[in-house]
């Protein structure tokens, strides 16, 4: 009489509501993550993702052994996987926090319906999102397409949940189920092993998440409205990872902030770009594909430049912000936010490279590398997507340099090469590229 509890992007003991679920029901508890690389729709994980995966699940593990019950892992489908381990279990019932991007909830759907009408209960709950994306409506009924009402809107709804505690205990099965090992799902780098820089940066896990919470809520946050667009100022929270693996579940990170006595509001309007996001890609589950201002789909992109592309993703550009941010992905896989916006412009604007392929970049080395987040920015760089940057507003790499790096102590740390007047020669006139944007923009704006 098994319950089984279903983790997905949701890495964490505490304020799990699935899991709180099953140990109130006083029967053995096993938890199950499933790597799916098999089912239609979903997309593979990226090898910085793959990265972090296997750090946060080996966290999980342990945490779930140390209060009784295991961590089971299995690979495949999850629609065969998941009856699969009820019937080998004779489990009664199964729990998850739910997930919102297109195919995982049709696999979701499907695995319910299947459970349910073969008499296994199944219970889906809310954890990653403060407010589930179907409940946040305009007055007309539809879906928000701007920022500012749809987080006004958030904030007029009850206020989000506090969080639940960690089970202190939980009753496992008296047989141990057989698990796939992590090591066998080779999620870590070997030949070449280009970890490092990622393994000095990041501790992966639930403890380690709640560690960076707390540091910033007794240093940073103070700061963070002032800061929090200088890249060498370390004012920002570095929590995007651990919400994206649900390490830590925004609830906890609301509540804490607020309790933090500080002035929180820019940094919890920043949860709520994360909730606007996911509203977006709730509603346009191919977000990371398709213009959501249909009328980009007529911008004439000129044909590849592949030179170009590898220049932009080896920070080989001869633009010392674009360099030094192409740099700090590579080696820590993450980038500051203003340094984000700079590069996903330069290559859009600068090189003519349709948004996409910078996506699916960021896709591959980022660690927080999240469905909805990285497609919804890049759309919004670009100036197709919800509320975005008009597509006339180019950032000029060099101004925004002296703007937000004005001593270049960024620079200096990841591009030192143009600190010292060495960096590689400009691949492109910046002048000149803006005008060929802005001349190409042309045709979209003439598009009905
Ligand atoms: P903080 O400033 O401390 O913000 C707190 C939290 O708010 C973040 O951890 C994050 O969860 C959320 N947040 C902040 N800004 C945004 C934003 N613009 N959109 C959505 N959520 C936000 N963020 C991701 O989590 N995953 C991505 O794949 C991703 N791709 C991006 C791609 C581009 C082109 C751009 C411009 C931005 C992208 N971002 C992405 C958003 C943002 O850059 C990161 O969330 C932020 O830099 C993370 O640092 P932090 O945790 O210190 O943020």
């Excluded at 997309?43 to 699940?57: C, N």
């Excluded at 009850?158 to 080779?186: M, V, Y």
């Excluded at 709640?210 to 920002?236: H, M, S």
């Amino acid at each position: 009489m098994t319950t089984i509890v279903w983790f997905r992007d949701d890495l964490r003991i505490a304020d799990h509501p699935a899991l709180h679920a099953a140990a109130a029901r006083d029967e053995p508890v096993v938890g199950v993550y499933v790597l799916d690389e098999e089912s239609p729709g979903v997309r593979p994980l990226g090898g910085a993702a793959r990265w972090w995966l296997h750090h946060s699940l080996a966290s999980l593990g342990e945490r779930m052994a140390a209060r009784g019950a295991p961590l089971v892992l299995r690979r495949g489908a999850a629609a065969e996987v998941i009856p699969s381990l009820v019937r080998e279990l004779d489990a009664r019932a199964v729990v998850w926090n739910r997930r919102y991007g297109g195919p995982e909830r049709e696999i979701d759907a499907g695995v319910k319906s299947e459970l349910r009408a073969s008499g296994v209960e199944a219970g889906s709950f809310a954890a990653s999102l403060l407010f589930e994306p179907w409940t946040i409506r305009t007055g007309g009924g539809t879906p928000y397409a701007v920022f500012t009402p749809f987080w006004r809107a958030c904030q007029a709804m009850p206020a989000p949940r506090a969080p639940l505690p960690a089970p202190e205990a939980l009753r496992g099965p008296e047989i141990a189920p057989a698990s796939d090992r992590l090591d066998d799902w080779e999620l870590l780098p070997t030949a070449p092993d280009w970890a490092a820089g990622l393994r000095e940066t990041w501790r992966p896990g639930e403890p380690a998440a709640r560690e960076r919470l707390q540091a910033f809520l007794d240093d940073d946050v103070r700061d963070y409205e002032r800061a929090r667009d200088e890249p060498a100022g370390g004012a920002t929270s570095l929590l995007s990872p651990h919400l994206r693996w649900g390490e830590l579940s925004p609830h906890e990170v609301w509540h804490r902030a607020l309790a933090s006595g500080a002035d929180a509001g820019a940094f919890l309007s920043e949860l709520g770009w994360r909730e606007f996001a996911w509203h977006t890609l709730y509603h346009h589950p191919d977000l990371a594909t398709a213009n959501l201002d249909r009328r980009f789909d007529a911008f004439p992109w000129p044909p590849l430049d592949p030179v170009a592309l590898e220049a932009w993703r080896r920070g080989r550009t001869g633009f010392a912000l674009v360099d030094a941010g192409m740099r700090e992905l590579w080696h820590t896989g993450t980038m500051h936010n203003r340094v984000r916006m700079v590069v996903a412009s330069f290559l859009v604007k600068n090189l003519l490279i349709d948004w996409r392929h910078g996506e699916e970049w960021f896709w591959d080395t980022l660690v927080d590398a999240d469905a909805a987040s990285n497609s919804f920015n890049w759309q919004w760089v670009a100036g197709s997507g919800a509320d975005a940057a008009p597509f006339f507003r180019v950032f000029n790499p060099e101004l925004q340099a002296q703007k937000f790096d004005p001593q270049r102590l960024y620079v200096r740390r990841w591009a030192p090469d143009h600190a010292d007047g060495l960096g590689p020669m400009p691949i492109v006139d910046l002048k000149a590229s803006r005008r060929a944007a802005l001349d190409a923009y042309e045709t979209v704006k003439q598009h009905p």
